[in-house]
């Protein structure tokens, strides 16, 4: 399988509603917005941290261990604002992710739409049965302007709880 880049074909959708997160259908997805054009390049992050639990015992000096819980992190997106005026110029993101919004963030990493023969697809989608993505259920806990700097568009960072376990390998059902 070839090696692929995400720049250009992530598609970052949050959806309202998701009944099976190892198989979100074409219509729930569809049926949220995509902010794939608003969200930095490096403004997703979907982290996942792992806990040890001590095992080590008397009979060894080797500190063993054994696998403890995981999660628990705060995902984050940073996006751009937007000006008044609709297009381009459309303020989507701040609007969509308001603090206490419940959803599901859907992100299909190779693209929507993914082609049967490379599995790529674009960030515009649409979803089609069979894509590869994740799906994290999610609750905005805050959102907050970036500090200001020179030469950089105005930005915030939305900070959201995981509220339950990611399926981070569901496949789009139709």
């Not at 399988?1 to 998701?18: D, H, Q």
């Amino acid at each position: 399988m070839a090696r692929y880049g995400s720049t250009g074909k992530i598609a970052i959708v949050f959806a309202p509603a998701v009944a099976d997160t190892a198989a979100p259908t074409v219509a729930e997805i569809t049926a949220g917005t995509n902010l794939s054009d608003y969200i930095t390049r490096d403004g997703l992050k979907t982290p996942s941290s792992g806990n040890t639990i001590d095992a080590s015992d008397i009979g060894s000096r080797f500190n063993k261990t054994a696998a403890g819980t995981y999660g628990g992190d705060a995902a984050e997106i940073t996006a751009h604002r937007g000006s008044k005026g609709g297009g381009s110029g459309d303020d989507k993101a701040w609007t969509t992710l308001t603090q206490d919004t419940v959803g599901f963030l859907v992100i299909g990493r190779p693209g929507l739409g993914q082609n049967a023969t490379t599995g790529i697809g674009t960030k515009a989608g649409p979803a089609t049965a069979g894509d590869r993505v994740e799906v994290y259920p999610v609750t905005v806990i805050s959102r907050a302007m970036a500090d200001t700097g020179d030469n950089e568009t105005a930005k915030f960072t939305a900070s959201m709880a995981i509220t339950g376990e990611p399926a981070q390998d569901a496949v789009v059902a139709a």
